[in-house]
């Protein structure tokens, strides 16, 4: 089991920036990735960034140069760092931990999400 709450969402004007915090706890033996992921209104989640096994990071072409993930395992936190935002990415952002378990296979866990409004 594995919770995950975020936090520091917000209205900002185009090209400010913004730090997205998720909290974590649980039990994380089985999981083997984490990010973040987005909806706008009226259209499907997608990836934002994410760490991968061996720390690997993979990001969407959209937000490259601009975002960064990062985390601080000693406080169980991970974060995605804005920069120069745009209307564009206005959305609910969504922490999310992906785990695989043997006898269920793989499940993903999700925050509550948290809103980023971009003005023009």
């Known amino acids: 089991q594995v919770q995950l709450v975020e936090s520091g969402g917000g209205l900002v004007q185009a090209g400010g920036s913004l730090r997205l915090t998720c909290a974590a706890s649980?039990?994380?033996?089985?999981?083997?990735?984490m990010g973040w992921y987005r909806q706008a209104p009226g259209k499907t989640r997608e990836l934002v960034a994410t760490?991968?096994?061996?720390?690997?990071?993979n990001y969407a072409d959209s937000v490259k140069g601009r975002f960064t993930i990062s985390r601080d395992d000693a406080k169980n936190t991970v974060y995605l760092q804005m920069s120069g935002l745009k209307p564009e990415d206005t959305a609910v952002y969504y922490c999310?931990?992906?785990?695989?378990?043997?006898?269920?296979?793989?499940?993903?866990?999700w925050g509550q999400g948290t809103q980023v409004t971009v003005s023009s």
């Open positions: 999310y931990a992906g785990a695989y378990y043997s006898d269920i296979g793989g499940h993903d866990y």
């Open positions: 649980g039990n994380f033996v089985s999981i083997n990735a």
């Open positions: 760490f991968t096994r061996g720390d690997v990071t």
